[in-house]
């Protein structure tokens, strides 16, 4: 167990995500065969989602140091982690069978849930733009695509929002409180 | 006793004058608006202005100072209740029953009482602070690890009451909260777990990123996806008028327990004003006539979250005055000041001081009635942010949140941090996963295994059953979980005997 | 439609570029006569209330006698001040951020276990600015008077519970002192700030706890021995290690507080730094604020800084590998 731990400690975070993403899918198929969890099945893959975290949690304590002041103390770096991991693993068990009972709610359907998804992943696709065109530009152009997303079409207002958001974040973040946003490569390339 | 107002009546001639009440009016606004400010914590808030205060003198820097803090912590509340976003953590609860209240429509109410309740609670703290700190500063030190334990295992106890009918998931997502608490250093011996090799992880996730992102983000994607650009935008009937002040009457008892419940946590050092919130709303939950209100939008459920905040300033100023311990962040800031202008706290600074102590305490109740006068004016345009169109609203939340998150500490891994809470608190919220359950693990989690590794090496596990304090409060989170089973019984039996019964015609 | 998009980006593009132009004027400046030309940022590693954030609050205070340039004090604590460390590592090396920094930041390194070469060898150590001896401190209404008695108690077959902060600086000088005692048994626990720390030796769970000669100002306790080759005003009573027969070196273990920036800063910056910080050593706003806190001025530049850094990092690793706190693989 403690090599499996300690091979699983050096894996990369990606290959971890990709598991994940792996996992989520195959048992979405999966409770998709019984009518009793079909209805619900995404319910159960939200605690599924956080029983992944938890078993993986729970192989690295394997690969934890255990120092000898901790030995001594009587609780180690893996005490608290196992203890939340095992009480996650029967009160699970419990929410698994809340969850497929009959009298539950099932699945509320997903609606627009691509364009909302779209506007988190917008958002993600602004953040690592900061570091490119700026802060300013980067969430300017952020506002504004989501207004016109949203069916704003106000011309004014499109082009007011997010001057003033820019030029409010400009005066309290970066004049009055000194907090320094990234002005992005691009700007301070130009200026050299 | 005599000695006690003899000595209010110098703080208040103290601080009676041009000078000290425009500080402490000038402390309370940028409070308030610093706190209202996701990203700027009480702490951030007060210490921003610490440079101002230098050239003061120690009277009047200290009462502005304590302005911020009291204005600050009510900051927290406004974005919670208008735009579901805790500015700060400890106004997280304020939001479990503000913001519903605001969606049905009773946004004045809502701002009215989270208002009213900071002030008062905010009162009840400076109260006790006054008449109790020396008797209470040595009950402060009397808590070992193994009551913060304890206390800790009572605050677990209340995710019965937060999660409602969805217990079992309530269960599930706070042991999601304690079980993510355990990343970054380990507390006591400070061995890495579960980093992945992020160094941005060695402190486990920031918690203000973790609120935005579950509650706002949550909160702003669910709406997106029910967003329809094509239906009309139809203004909803909201009631932007605040309640009369005699509405507050009805409140009183929420918010004299609470305020209590928030300035005895506050005392101590290792607890906090956002454990006492819980607790306090715990309390009123299971008082209430009406608990299945609750998260619902529930008047008194505010009331508590508030008060008990407010209260706990005062709390936090017991030991830092009487023991120079600060009770919380903030506190540890007026610390700063106070030794920046060469005062040492102490039982000495009650005797040597007694126009600072005193023109303190005194500038707790003139900011609070201050923060009643302004904050009656600026609840009724905070309101009004119920009038701002949707399709920009959102965007701007959005942008705030990314803002909020990356001002904390001026990091993107911060942003990202509250990008994702954002996607698990949209999930949450469309599958019934209620998201207080995990701020509860991850604000109790590092405290717990803290407490317990600590008592474990002070004592021994006879720590646990040897102190009558522990097992005081050992006793009574038994009694929280075991209250709402016993009570559920005794109705089921009422209920069973109502239905052998004929049924009588005034049911409806 | 089209135009309104259009008149929205060439006014924000412009903005971005004015903003831009104010935010890193720094990139044309470099060498020759260094002049800040935006506000300087000292990141501490503690928390907003902090000891290295009071003195920080203060230099600047003082400094803004000696020139006009602004600057910022922030706080990035967390993981024993690691995260700051990566958030200056992380800036440009303008100028325009000066890490605030004392051995719990080393500490915390060698704790991680992470490479020295990064997070130790990134920075250039500008200028120490005062060195602050450790001392063990029991509280005022302690049974115990002097160290001999708490020594004496403890060969009698007694447990010295000794609070300390974090594992960092005061664990290791508590190794180092009481693991040099034959006959005495302890027993360090760390809590996780000066808060906690003295609220636990107060309250009893503790017999006595690793502090500074500060400490004995602000909160009620009184100090058994005082790690310092000289006196130190106020403590006049209280002996040092070699007084008390045991090893002069623990005298010479002090804890320090200092300015590093990241390394590759231009040169201009750090002369024009280190000349500010002289100015602020030798103002007697500075001295007296020393002493007051029990504190000894430093002028240490880089060299005699670096020196010092470096003892910090060998000690500490020697100290954690023999308490098995971290893997005997790890180097510095």
């Not at chain 1, 304590?61 to 029967?90: D, H, I, Y």
């Not at chain 2, 006690?4 to 606004?29: C, D, E, K």
Request: proline share 5%; with cysteine.
């Amino acid at each position: 167990m403690a090599n499996f731990s300690k091979w699983l400690t050096n894996l990369s975070y990606w290959w971890i995500l990709a598991g994940f993403l792996a996992v989520m899918i195959g048992l979405y198929f999966l409770f998709g065969i019984w009518p009793r969890t079909k209805r619900v099945r995404v319910q159960l893959l939200c605690l599924c989602g956080m029983d992944y975290v938890t078993l993986l949690f729970y192989l690295l304590t394997f690969n934890l140091r255990v120092s000898k002041l901790a030995a001594e103390a009587g609780a180690t770096p893996r005490t608290m982690p196992r203890l939340w991991a095992l009480l996650m693993a029967l009160a699970s068990i419990g929410a698994f069978f809340a969850i497929i009972n009959p009298e539950n709610k099932p699945d509320e359907k997903f609606n627009r849930w691509v364009f909302a998804l779209l506007v988190g992943v917008g958002s993600i696709f602004s953040v690592i733009l900061f570091q490119y065109i700026g802060y300013y530009l980067s969430s300017a152009i952020f506002i504004l695509v989501v207004m016109i997303a949203m069916g704003e079409r106000n011309k004014l207002q499109l082009i007011l929002v997010p001057i003033i958001w820019c030029l409010f974040t400009y005066f309290v973040f970066y004049k009055m409180l000194f907090i320094k946003l990234p002005f992005g490569s691009l700007f301070s390339w130009l200026i050299k | 006793m005599s000695e006690i107002f003899r000595n209010l009546g110098l703080g208040f001639g103290t601080i009676a004058n041009v000078q000290s009440l425009i500080f402490i009016f000038i402390g309370m606004i940028v409070g308030i608006l610093g706190g209202a400010i996701p990203g700027i914590s009480p702490s951030m808030a007060v210490a921003l202005l610490l440079p101002i205060t230098y050239s003061l003198s120690p009277v009047v820097a200290m009462v502005m100072l304590m302005g911020i803090y009291i204005g600050a912590n009510y900051g927290g509340s406004i974005t919670a209740v208008a735009i579901n976003t805790p500015g700060t953590p400890s106004a997280t609860v304020t939001a479990f029953d503000g913001y519903p209240l605001l969606k049905k429509g009773r946004a004045g109410e809502a701002m009215g009482i989270s208002l009213w309740a900071s002030v008062f609670g905010g009162i009840i703290g400076a109260i006790i602070l006054i008449f109790f700190s020396v008797p209470l500063s040595k009950a402060a030190l009397k808590f070992w690890p193994s009551e913060y334990f304890a206390l800790c295992i009572m605050g677990l106890t209340t995710v019965a009451t937060l999660g409602g009918k969805h217990w079992q998931k309530a269960l599930v997502t706070c042991l999601f909260g304690l079980l993510l608490n355990t990343m970054g250093l380990d507390p006591t011996f400070g061995i890495k777990r579960f980093t992945f090799g992020v160094t941005k992880l060695f402190d486990g996730f920031e918690m203000v990123p973790v609120l935005i992102g579950l509650f706002a983000l949550g909160e702003v994607l669910n709406n997106l996806e029910h967003f329809d650009a094509k239906k009309k935008i139809e203004r909803e009937k909201i009631d932007y008028k605040l309640p009369k002040p005699s509405y507050y009457w009805k409140l009183k008892g929420p918010i004299a327990r609470a305020g209590l419940v928030g300035c005895l946590i506050g005392i101590f050092p290792g607890a906090g004003g956002t454990i006492a919130s819980f607790l306090a709303y715990d309390v009123e939950k299971r008082v209430s006539k009406n608990p299945a209100e609750f998260g619902q939008g529930a008047p008194a459920g505010v009331a508590a979250a508030e008060a008990s905040n407010s209260g706990s300033v005062g709390g936090a100023m017991v030991p830092l005055l009487t023991l120079g311990i600060p009770g919380s962040s903030t506190a540890a800031v007026l610390l700063s000041a106070l030794m920046i202008h060469n005062l040492n706290p102490g039982p000495k600074l009650f005797t040597e001081q007694p126009a600072l102590v005193y023109g303190l305490f005194a500038s707790m109740f003139i900011a609070n009635v201050f923060m009643l006068l302004v904050g009656t004016f600026g609840a009724k345009l905070w309101v009004r942010v119920g009038y701002i169109k949707k399709t920009i609203l959102y965007p701007l939340i959005f942008a705030f949140a990314i803002l909020g998150s990356y001002a904390i500490k001026k990091s993107m891994f911060d942003v990202g941090t509250c990008l994702v809470f954002g996607l698990i608190g949209w999930m949450f919220k469309k599958f019934d996963y209620p998201s207080s359950p995990l701020v509860l693990g991850l604000v109790l989690g590092k405290l717990i295994e803290t407490n317990y590794v600590q008592t474990l090496m002070v004592t021994g596990p006879v720590g646990f059953i040897q102190r009558p304090l522990t097992v005081i409060l050992f006793v009574i989170s038994i009694a929280a979980l075991a209250y709402p089973i016993i009570i559920a019984k005794v109705h089921a039996k009422k209920d069973a005997k109502k239905a052998a019964e004929p049924p009588t015609d005034d049911e409806d | 439609m089209k135009k309104a998009l259009l008149i929205l980006a060439v006014l924000i593009v412009a903005m971005t570029t004015v903003f831009a132009n104010g935010g890193s004027e720094a990139a044309s400046s470099a060498a020759a006569a260094w002049e800040p030309k935006q506000p300087i940022t000292i990141m501490n590693h503690v928390a907003v209330g902090g000891a290295m954030d009071l003195y920080s609050r203060k230099w600047v205070e003082i400094a803004a006698k000696y020139t006009p340039a602004t600057f910022v004090v922030d706080n990035n604590a967390g993981a024993g001040g690691l995260t700051a460390g990566e958030w200056v590592l992380n800036q440009e090396a303008d100028g325009y951020t000066v890490f605030a920094l004392a051995p719990t930041y080393l500490d915390a390194v060698i704790q991680a276990e992470l490479d020295c070469k990064e997070y130790v060898d990134g920075f250039q150590y500008v200028y120490n600015l005062m060195a602050d001896p450790y001392c063990v401190l029991v509280p005022s209404s302690s049974q115990f008077n002097t160290f001999q008695e708490l020594i004496d108690w403890s060969k009698k077959g007694n447990l010295i519970t000794l609070s300390e902060p974090n594992y960092g600086a005061k664990y290791i000088d508590a190794v180092q002192v009481f693991g040099s005692i034959p006959g005495i048994t302890y027993k360090a626990i760390s809590y996780e700030s000066a808060k906690n720390n003295f609220a636990a030796l107060l309250g009893g769970q503790t017999v006595a706890s690793v502090g500074n000669p500060g400490d004995t100002k602000k909160y009620d306790v009184k100090a058994l021995v005082v790690g310092n080759p000289t006196k130190v005003p106020g403590l006049e009573n209280v002996p040092n290690y070699k007084e008390l027969g045991m090893d002069p070196a623990l005298d010479n273990i002090s804890m320090w507080r200092g300015y590093a920036v990241k390394a590759g800063t231009p040169a201009g910056m750090i002369k024009w730094f280190q000349d500010l910080c002289d100015k602020v050593a030798a103002d007697q706003e500075w001295i007296d604020y020393m002493t007051q806190n029990k504190l000894t001025v430093l002028t240490d530049k880089t060299e005699a800084f670096t020196k010092t850094v470096e003892n910090e990092v060998v000690s500490t690793i020697e100290v954690l590998k023999s308490v098995d706190q971290i893997s005997s693989d790890y180097k510095r």
